[in-house]
């Protein structure tokens, strides 16, 4: 890795991605207004208003512009590639953050796939987060990341090259969802999970015990262990911060147990729920995993 992965984890260490809040679910609250509380989009309070740029991070190979869902709803997102054609992959990432901020905040994650990995990258903004229009929902988001899948699907230059899931925290959700959809394509070869639930409405006990009984209320389930059990041959690499103060270690254990694929298991000690991936040997655990199971196809 570049000297870059410095000014990298001093930036990502910043604190701008907010926890889920769940801790705060209470009855009405849990039932009407858990959208809100769900997906702090408006967190931190400019995030709705300012998507930093591939330029503040000095990202030479980037596109920036819009895609329509099929129900009409408008997504900002960029593009980002490797500027050196001799260190370019055959590999395309789907990247899906976590439940705060938006893609720009990203970037230099993105930026790192494609200088140092290699890799071409689809940073996709949720409807209701950044510059993307509508109101974030389960259901919006998995026809977000339909969409995202297809449009990778649709371009000459990426259409026939290999596939990659890549989700954080919430975006695991969403990537695990989107994996089990598309199963009978056959052209998505790895899925990359980082502090990732079993489900919304597990978490809820763990994250704040007296509103245990109000579980049944969450209407945002993401069920992410039911979907991830019924996938078969995608290879999977588990990122877990063990230090995860917001989704309890033992939920990426649980669908680390539960996952019947080819998968990865790697720790991170030190890693929080926002700065897992700031810790040193995060990316290099990509990068392996890329080269044994993705390019050379291990099953």
């Known amino acids: 890795m570049s000297s870059y992965m410095t000014n990298v984890v001093n930036y990502l260490r910043i604190p701008v991605i907010a926890s889920s809040g769940l801790a705060v679910l209470l009855s009405g609250l849990l039932y009407f207004k858990q959208n809100e509380i769900i997906y702090p989009r408006n967190v931190p309070t400019d995030a709705r208003t300012s998507v930093p740029t591939p330029n503040q991070f000095q990202i030479q190979n980037a596109s920036e512009f819009y895609l329509y869902t099929p129900d009409a709803v408008k997504l900002h997102a960029f593009l980002v590639k490797p500027s050196n054609a001799l260190r370019a992959l055959n590999i395309t990432i789907l990247m899906f953050h976590g439940n705060a901020g938006n893609i720009g905040y990203r970037l230099p994650i993105a930026r790192i796939l494609a200088e140092e990995l290699g890799c071409n990258v689809l940073l996709l903004q949720y409807r209701g987060y950044g510059y993307s229009e509508g109101n974030p929902n389960e259901k919006g988001l998995n026809i977000d990341a339909q969409t995202g899948l297809d449009w990778i699907r649709s371009r000459p230059d990426l259409k026939d090259s290999k596939i990659v899931i890549y989700g954080q925290s919430l975006g695991g959700a969403v990537g695990i969802g989107l994996v089990k959809n598309n199963l009978l394509h056959g052209d998505i070869t790895g899925l990359i999970l980082e502090n990732t639930f079993t489900s919304i409405r597990k978490m809820i006990p763990s994250a704040f015990p ?90």
């Open 210 to 299: 007296p509103a245990r009984y109000l579980a049944p209320l969450c209407h945002q389930i993401w069920p992410s262990e039911e979907m991830l059990a019924q996938i078969r041959d995608v290879p999977v690499l588990f990122l877990s911060g063990l230090k995860d103060e917001i989704v309890p270690p033992e939920h990426m254990k649980q669908l680390f147990e539960i996952c019947k694929c080819p998968k990865v298991w790697h720790e991170l000690p030190e890693g929080t729920h926002n700065d897992t991936v700031a810790e040193p040997s995060y990316f290099f655990y990509i990068q392996d995993f890329l080269r044994e199971y993705v390019l050379q196809g291990q099953r």
